[in-house]
């Protein structure tokens, strides 16, 4: 049990443990005051029904807060069940859509005749005309810089400001 409901049951307990102590005292008629009247009654019955009404009024607002925190929490439920159930949806029906969207782009490809195989085939078929260009080009640029640096040796040989330099074919 909570600690809430053993505390308030044991100031319930002690109430009662008083009022059977004390009963004959409780009982004793006294004279009362209503203002307009005097009534002779027994004050302490009376304040031991005044704390039973205070007692069962609280009783009935706790059962009423719990029932409609209950009702309440229960309507959020299936409101929340309603909205995951609607979010659900709208995944799967954007889920159909992109489906629907990539199927079509995958026809268009169809469509055109170009399949992935071919156009691999294409690509690597550039790149292998660039490659034998490129090659060629740094081919050609090799031979004018060796013509450069050959001419520019004649140059200073004949300037006189070179040795001669042994080449395989001068000997």
């Known amino acids: ?8 049951l044991l100031i319930f307990t002690l109430v009662a443990a008083f009022s059977a102590l004390n ?6 008629p006294t004279t009362l005051s209503l203002g307009v009247a005097q009534v002779e ?19 009935i607002f706790v059962v ?11 309507r959020h439920a ?12 709208a995944e799967a029906s954007r889920f159909t859509e992109l489906r629907s969207f990539l199927e079509g782009e995958l026809q ?13 085939a294409a690509i690597l078929e550039r790149l292998d005309r660039l ?3 490129l090659l060629t080009g740094m081919e050609q640029s090799a031979n004018s810089v060796a013509a450069c640096v050959g001419e520019l040796e004649d140059r200073l040989e004949r300037r006189g400001d070179l040795p001669p330099v042994h080449r395989p074919g001068n000997l």
């Open 108 to 120: 268009k490809l169809a469509g055109r005749g170009t399949t992935p195989a071919a156009s691999d």
């Open 131 to 133: 490659e034998k260009v």
């Open 23 to 28: 009963w004959h005292a409780f009982t004793t």
């Open 41 to 59: 009654a027994p004050l302490g019955v009376i304040m031991l029904g005044v704390i039973a009404f205070l007692a069962a009024f609280f009783l």
């Open 1 to 8: 049990m909570k600690l809430r409901t053993v505390f308030l």
């Open 78 to 89: 299936q409101e929340l069940q309603l909205n995951r159930e609607l979010a659900d949806k």
């Open 64 to 74: 009423y807060v719990q029932a409609s925190a209950l009702f309440d929490s229960r």
